[in-house]
């Protein structure tokens, strides 16, 4: 079974910087389309960046230039470089996992992890 678990959040001032990981266990990242997202209190959860099979990779637009998506093979992980953090990226972030098989649509998603930017 697959199981996606993140880690990295933290309290960071605002202009700070974070690394996330999401490990992922039960397949290997290389096959699925790879995201974060993030919920802040109150809002729907928006996708953050993504990276696909292929290694492409697409951002919001109010992170593009401060966030990068990565893929570590080797690690079996997927990271969310995060700098030039502003108080509106407070919120819980999620690592997913999508796939489409058959027809059939894999969806999996990790627990979270809480970043809070403030002074």
């Known amino acids: 079974q697959v199981q996606l678990v993140e880690s990295g959040g933290d309290l960071v001032q605002p202009g700070g910087s974070l690394r996330l990981s999401c490990a992922m266990s039960?397949?290997?990242?290389?096959?699925?389309?790879m995201g974060w997202y993030r919920q802040a209190p109150g809002k729907q959860r928006e996708l953050v960046a993504v990276?696909?099979?292929?290694?492409?990779?697409n951002y919001a637009d109010s992170v593009k230039g401060r966030f990068t998506i990565s893929r570590d093979n080797a690690k079996n992980t997927v990271n969310l470089q995060m700098n030039s953090l502003k108080p509106a990226g407070t919120a819980d972030y999620y690592c997913?996992?999508?796939?489409?098989?058959?027809?059939?649509?894999?969806?999996?998603w990790g627990q979270g992890t809480q970043v809070t930017v403030s002074s």
């Open positions: 990276i696909s099979s292929g290694g492409a990779t």
């Open positions: 997913s996992a999508k796939r489409v098989v058959l027809l059939s649509n894999l969806d999996y």
């Open positions: 039960g397949s290997i990242v290389t096959i699925y389309a």
